[in-house]
């Protein structure tokens, strides 16, 4: 299982425009989290097919959540991103391996599976925004450090 950066910028994107009451055009997303706008604009399209944000036309659009960040877990933002998240084919397709259900590691990569499943279904947009709040004072001294 390897996480893309596709699905890992989804969930930044996501947390930028959950934080704010009105929408956010993606210049700005791509700006703060320093994300091409052109590759941004590709995940987009795929969050918005998936639900998650809608488009708001106008001089001052950009998008907005499609329904509470409370409502919004890590685990739909990731599988919708990337498809799978089994940490090895056989669990995907049993056609894949001769061995399924004769070897020994499949419960391992069964439990791996669920511990990833359990951790990001657990964890909420609104968890992940909370948490950024947290963390942009930081951010903030870290960037004026730089400049």
């Not at 994300?35 to 969050?47: K, R, T, V």
């Not at 791996?112 to 359990?118: I, L, P, R, S, T």
């Amino acid at each position: 299982m390897w996480i893309s950066t596709k699905a890992q910028y989804g969930l930044r994107a996501l947390i930028e425009i959950g934080k704010e009451a009105g929408p956010v055009p993606l210049k700005d997303v791509a700006e703060r989290q320093g994300i091409s706008q052109h590759y941004l604009e590709q995940i987009a399209a795929s969050l918005r097919r998936a639900g998650f944000i809608h488009s708001v036309r106008g001089a001052h659009g950009g998008y907005r959540l499609s329904r509470p960040a409370e409502r919004i877990d890590a685990w739909e933002v990731v599988v919708a991103m990337e498809g799978s998240l089994s940490p090895v084919s056989c669990l995907e397709d049993r056609l894949f391996c001769a061995r399924f259900g004769a070897c020994a590691t499949e419960g391992l990569w069964r439990r791996v599976e669920g511990a990833v499943h359990q951790v990001l279904a657990q964890t909420t947009l609104a968890d992940l925004i909370g948490q950024q709040q947290l963390l942009t004072p930081a951010l903030t001294r870290l960037v004026a450090t730089e400049a």
